[in-house]
């Protein structure tokens, strides 16, 4: 099936509309672009669990705080394009800012989605106050607009995946999150499209973000399962040109913040390296 590639609202209802006219399932994608390994196994696991893929790739200016990355965040359609297309999308949804939020002048101007001060009041939802509001709100229009059977999110995003889950339950909508695993380098780094920013050296530094994880993971397999012991191993390897902003261990269930891991939980981290934002985690406890 070729790939089509989609700007208009109305023009996605209208193709989505005779899919389901013909009893096909839909997968949707949300993406920003920039695509990697990490979306292309979305993609796989899409096309492999639906008839139709549509993949967005819309960076949403509302999940971006005034100091952040927004104008210089990749833009980069044309591979983009052929990433999805080798791993089964049948659409590209790629709208402008103008189509998402028509006369649009500030955030305040729109109808926004926020998650439960709990949820966000930790981990990235400190340091980046209104962002899961500009994801919750983004997600539940391409819910909208796209109507899918399935969405698939990734793990590396663990707090973002949790939130959507959450939204998805308490407001009744109609789709299944599939949760789909983290993607790493074989050097251990996660695959993030913010890895475009780094040079050489800023990589070889990062790698202590997914070394000290790897280090919490095997202590815990060791028996250490008091967290502020695993937070002094995990800062023991970072790299000194990795600033980390939060290391926190959660409830895997609950999202609750945790003291001992006596049950399947979550190590996760946040850091800057010369200034890019980078997050990370892995599964622990079980
Ligand atoms: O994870 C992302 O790339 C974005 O936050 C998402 C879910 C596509 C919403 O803009």
Redesign the pocket.
């Known amino acids: 099936m070729n790939l089509v590639v989609v700007n208009k609202i109305t023009e996605l209802r209208e193709i989505i509309k005779q899919y389901k006219k013909e009893g096909k399932t839909i997968g949707l994608v ?3 672009g920039c695509l990697h390994k990490g979306h292309a196994s979305l993609i796989k696991k899409s096309s492999q669990t639906c008839d139709i893929t549509v993949v ?1 790739v ?1 960076v ?1 200016p509302v ?1 971006f705080g005034p100091n952040e990355d927004y104008d210089k965040y990749p833009r980069t359609l044309e591979s983009d394009r052929q990433l999805a297309a080798e791993n089964g999308a049948c659409l590209i949804f790629a709208p402008s800012a103008a189509q998402m939020y028509p006369g649009m002048l500030k955030f305040s101007d729109i109808t926004m989605v926020a998650p439960p001060f709990k949820l966000v009041d930790m981990m990235c939802g400190k340091s980046r106050t209104g962002h899961f509001d500009g ?1 919750c709100t ?2 539940t229009k391409l819910f909208n607009i796209v109507q899918p059977d399935y969405a698939f ?2 793990m590396k ?1 663990i707090q ?1 995946l949790y939130i959507i889950k959450k939204m998805t339950a308490d407001l009744n909508i109609p789709v299944e999150i599939v949760p789909c695993p983290l993607v790493r380098e074989e050097s251990g780094l996660a695959l993030s499209s913010r890895n475009t920013y780094l040079s050489d050296a800023d990589k070889k530094s990062a790698l202590s973000i997914s070394q000290s994880l790897f280090t919490i993971q095997n202590a815990v397999k060791n028996g250490i399962i008091d967290t502020k012991k695993l937070f002094d191993t995990a800062m023991a390897v970072m790299d000194r040109n990795v600033e980390p902003e939060y290391i926190e261990f959660v409830d895997r269930e609950t999202f609750e913040p945790v003291e001992q891991i006596d049950r399947p939980s979550i190590a996760a981290i946040a850091a800057r390296v010369n200034s890019v934002r980078l997050i990370d985690n892995i599964l622990i406890g079980d």
């Open positions: 949300p993406t920003m967005s819309f949403n999940q994801v983004v997600v999110f990734g995003d973002q």
